[in-house]
């Protein structure tokens, strides 16, 4: 990512890949080629997609370690859940798609507000202190939300905290989590949600927002020294990617007919870090695929039974480790070189109208 | 020695109220700095002790002195690194105790680094346009929904980058990644991102370190012509002795956190404390 020409290369090739994707997916999906399993996990693939994208922006265009996605993905999830509840109960409202399109935006907001009450503590931090403490931000939202009741009662709602006793229609039930969601997540929904994130984070990135914030991760004494406000430009990536967060999470949560708070563990936080660790920190097109293919695997593995978290393991590893290998690197890159290399070499026939553009 | 250096003998140095000097030509208007006892300790050690200093409007200034003399942490107090433990710091007039670097860069102060600090994985343009970032603003909202400020400002931050790195002939180089110029370049571009951020007082911490003859002679000139085109004044820390006697007006000399001596290049070159500290004392008999 030198050139702004190579730029915005890279930005077209992301996009293209994903509405590529999404269409390989309709057709395959009219055809009726895709198995149950498959079909199950394309919404859970696009939500942790956005996932990885939005964890990217923290990690590796704002450069810190946030161990604490996961919460503020479960935040917009009962978020959704509950305003979505909310408003087939009280309002009848029948139409799905406005109110899926309300409750991911509700998520989104609440999952922004939990970004700014924790961002405020947290990111007058560095390094490892943020990445615990954003780790402990995390199993508090969880424990938090499993004392958490509400319930619809006529059109208002009402919330409880660890009193189960609320009077209406049960929407959220503590530890026992969300009953009765309504399942109105679609395909659709979380490809047009990949896309506002990639929009989002790219856009952000290229921008003079983005550039103050990769300034700071560069080096903070000479950002502030060339009168960057540190703690503004950590709190927009940090929210933003909240936001996103809540956003991926409110589209989950109504993907499944019950959800539960223990969910979203410790251990979905390093998942999420696991994708954007393996597609490479600061590199989006590498998160979405990695997201994919993790999320996919370990369903495909599904057949090894006992040993299918071995076998994930393994290839992780095996990534890990061919990736970072310079001989496995210069083999990769051979191929993609003579692609490259055909390219150019069509080029000059194609391009000596066009002038000196090349 | 070329022509723009030697305009530096004609400069005529007057003293002011603070125990110092500056050019006769900015007596009229306001000091850019006024330093009044300004000193910090660590733990005990006065690092910098009772450092007063007045710098003219467009006055090229020099700050010399034996490694470990303090001059780094002047620097690092005037930019607010450092919050001093006594005396205070006034930039363009005002009084900068409690404020932090952000602020005091807005003030009007610009640094460069001993240590290089540029935004390595940025582009070369890109660090110019972070020093541009409060010059030339639009909104996060406008930066991702692309609306029209963002191409508005875009286009000014990249033709002013452009013309900015112009005055180093560096414009051809805006899409190199920093991290990959050579060494001099380097320097050369943390002062065209401490320019962009339209200061009225440069400090330039070791500009001309790692540079060879040419390359610092090159510098000098630089420096007289920036000064002269955006009117501002210059700080310089500085162990090439021909490039500090030939372009600095005043010069302060620095040892063990005091300044020992203050005056002009031929003062300071005749100063006996001056070359003390620099050589040590002959051994009597």
């Not at chain 1, 990135?205 to 103050?212: I, L, T, W, Y």
């Not at chain 1, 071995?310 to 690197?329: D, E, F, R, S």
């Not at chain 2, 660590?42 to 690092?47: E, I, N, P, T």
């Not at chain 2, 500009?207 to 004044?233: K, S």
């Amino acid at each position: 990512m030198k050139t702004k020409r190579s730029k915005l290369i890279y930005n077209c090739v992301t996009f293209g890949i994903i509405i590529a994707a999404f269409i390989l997916m309709q057709l395959m999906l009219s055809a009726g080629s895709l198995s149950r399993t498959m079909k199950g996990q394309l919404i859970p693939i696009c939500c942790w997609i956005v996932m990885a994208v939005s964890l990217n922006l923290v990690i590796g265009i704002s450069g810190e370690l946030s161990l604490g996605h996961a919460g503020f993905m479960s935040v917009g999830a009962f978020t959704g859940i509950v305003v979505s509840g909310w408003l087939l109960n009280a309002f009848q409202m029948e139409n799905t798609l406005l109110r899926l399109v309300i409750a991911m935006a509700a998520g989104g907001l609440m999952a922004g507000l939990a970004g700014v009450v924790i961002g405020i503590p947290v990111l007058r931090l560095r390094g490892d202190y943020l990445a615990i403490v954003t780790l402990a931000f995390g199993e508090i939202i969880r424990n938090v939300l499993n004392c958490v009741y509400a319930s619809v009662e006529g059109t208002s709602l009402r919330l409880g905290f660890l009193n189960p006793n609320l009077p209406g229609t049960l929407l959220l039930n503590g530890p026992n989590g969300a009953v009765k969601v309504g399942k109105i997540a679609t395909f659709e929904a979380g490809f047009i949600l990949i896309l506002i994130t990639l929009v989002v984070v790219l856009n952000l990135v290229n921008s003079r927002s983005g550039r103050a914030i990769m300034a700071i991760r560069d080096n903070r004494i000479a950002a502030e020294s060339m009168g960057i406000p540190i703690t503004k430009y950590k709190m927009m990536a940090f929210v933003t990617s909240a936001v996103l967060a809540g956003m991926a999470g409110a589209l989950y949560g109504l993907n499944f007919s019950t959800l539960v708070p223990g969910k979203f563990k410790f251990d979905q936080s390093i998942n999420v870090l696991v994708f954007v660790v393996l597609g490479g920190i600061g590199n989006i097109l590498g998160s979405i695929i990695s997201a994919t293919v993790l999320t996919i695997l370990p369903e495909v593995l599904r057949t090894f039974a006992d040993y299918r978290m071995l076998v994930y393991a393994v290839v992780l590893i095996v990534v890990m480790i061919t990736t970072n290998n310079p001989k496995l690197q210069s083999l990769l890159r051979t191929p993609a070189q003579r692609l490259k290399q055909l390219f150019r070499r069509k080029q000059p026939a194609d391009g000596e109208k066009g002038g000196q553009a090349a | 020695m070329s022509e723009v250096i030697k305009r530096r003998a004609e400069t005529r140095m007057v003293p002011v109220p603070s125990h110092s000097i500056v050019p006769e030509r900015d007596l009229g208007s306001q000091p850019v700095l006024e330093t009044h006892h300004l000193g910090i300790e660590f733990g005990g050690l006065k690092a910098v002790d009772d450092f007063n200093l007045t710098i003219g409007r467009t006055e090229i200034a020099g700050l010399i002195g034996p490694n470990g003399a303090g001059k780094t942490t002047v620097f690092n107090l005037l930019t607010k690194v450092y919050q001093p433990t006594t005396g205070t710091v006034l930039v363009n007039g005002r009084d900068t105790s409690g404020m932090n670097i952000v602020q005091a860069s807005r003030l009007g102060l610009a640094r460069t680094f001993q240590n290089i600090r540029l935004f390595s994985n940025m582009t070369v343009e890109e660090n110019v346009r972070i020093g541009l970032h409060n010059q030339i603003s639009y909104g996060m909202f406008s930066g991702i929904l692309r609306l029209p400020a963002y191409w508005k400002k875009e286009k000014q931050q990249h033709e002013q980058a452009l013309e900015l790195l112009s005055i180093f002939d560096m414009q051809d180089l805006a899409d190199v990644q920093a991290s990959s110029l050579p060494y001099g370049a380097q320097r050369r571009l943390e002062i065209v991102r401490a320019l962009a951020t339209n200061p009225s007082l440069l400090l330039l911490d070791e500009p001309a370190a790692g540079m060879n003859p040419h390359e610092t002679e090159e510098l000098m000139e630089n420096i007289i012509r920036i000064r002269d085109r955006f009117q501002i004044a210059v700080l310089l820390i500085e162990h090439d002795m021909r490039l500090v006697m030939g372009i600095c007006e005043g010069i302060c000399v620095l040892n063990y956190g005091k300044v020992i001596a203050k005056g002009t290049a031929d003062e300071i070159q005749n100063n006996p404390v001056v070359i003390e500290a620099y050589l040590g004392r002959r051994k009597e008999g």
